[in-house]
């Protein structure tokens, strides 16, 4: 054991640098682990400190792992998911009904964590563990359930079909109020349009969905180099938004409720069905028919069935 603990480098330092050489990204790996970009490099420092090796190759836009580096990855990676695989089994023996749910972090926030009261009070047997993110979880993280957009086919996993996404503007109602032109789609063209970052769509591997794309829908073109703002997460484009910033583009089963409580309004009316982006619940197979899974995917198909029919197209004007 003494060997072990001269020979283990800094613990903390190991997984930052796994998300690091994952992403092959300090930014990327910032988000994930929800630090500061500043805080990666001193943890990624403190581990090239202890082996005295670089085990990243810097440049001016991009980090590779060097050999060294790329030899510590596969290691750690490996590490990483057996000591996750192990966790996950001693849990189900502790609570053989305890579930862990992987979302993203916009749909942890703004969709599930306003409904976990309900889902408690009608289900209180139901053990869950919430786990959010950026992006779609690996199957080789082991997780037991998530909710997902796209899918792709893995033996040990099943999915089923729970929405397709629907995009339209949003404001507030005092910035319609002092904009009355943004009741018509020429009208957004003269104020700040609000737009997730190229980085953000770039690190979840998704196609674009902004302002571009969205206007060209009805035969309408954007400058792209026009007053607005661009944000790395969803949630901070919202805050903007009810900060009174400019108009965002809103995915609806993200804004339903503050649309519902009179928070947020939709300038006009027109919306994009994306068809093909579509939201999927997916689980372990092998879990498919314990209580508490059948329970928690019940709830989410009961939950989302609105979503799987268009909103009203009642911009609430």
């Excluded at 009355?180 to 998704?206: C, E, M």
């Excluded at 997460?233 to 339903?256: K, P, T, Y």
């Amino acid at each position: 054991m003494s060997n072990l603990k001269q020979l283990l480098p800094p613990l903390n330092a190991l997984r930052t640098f796994e998300a690091a050489a994952r992403h092959e990204s300090f930014k990327a790996a910032a988000e994930e682990l929800c630090v500061t970009q500043a805080a990666i490099s001193r943890q990624i420092q403190t581990l090239e400190a202890f082996y005295r090796l670089k085990l990243f190759i810097r440049s001016n836009r991009k980090v590779e792992l060097s050999s060294e580096g790329r030899g510590l990855y596969l290691a750690a990676s490996a590490a990483l998911e057996h000591i996750a695989a192990a966790s996950r089994d001693l849990l189900q023996r502790k609570h053989p009904g305890h579930i862990s749910l992987t979302t993203t972090t916009s749909f942890s926030q703004l969709w599930l964590l306003p409904r976990l009261k309900q889902l408690r009070t009608h289900h209180p047997e139901l053990q869950l563990q919430l786990i959010s993110g950026e992006g779609n979880p690996g199957y080789n993280e082991g997780f037991d359930a998530a909710v997902t957009l796209g899918m792709q086919e893995h033996p040990l996993y099943v999915a089923e079909y729970l929405f397709s996404e629907e995009v339209f503007p949003v404001c507030t109602p005092d910035f319609a109020r002092q904009n009355p032109q943004i009741t018509a789609l020429d009208g957004l063209l003269q104020v700040p349009l609000l737009n997730l970052s190229a980085d953000h769509w770039k690190a979840r591997l998704w196609a674009p969905l902004d302002w571009a794309f969205w206007l060209k829908q009805f035969e309408m073109a954007v400058d792209l180099n026009q007053s607005g703002m661009s944000f790395s997460h969803f949630l901070m484009l919202l805050d903007a938004v009810q900060e009174d910033i400019g108009v965002g583009l809103a995915w609806r089963h993200l804004v339903q409720r503050q649309l519902e409580e009179g928070k947020l309004v939709r300038p006009v009316s027109e919306t994009y069905l994306a068809d093909d982006r579509k939201h999927y619940f997916v689980c372990r197979r092998d879990r498919i028919d314990s209580p508490g899974m059948q329970t928690l995917r019940r709830w989410l198909l009961e939950q989302t069935a609105s979503l799987r029919e268009p909103a009203s197209p009642d911009p609430g004007l």
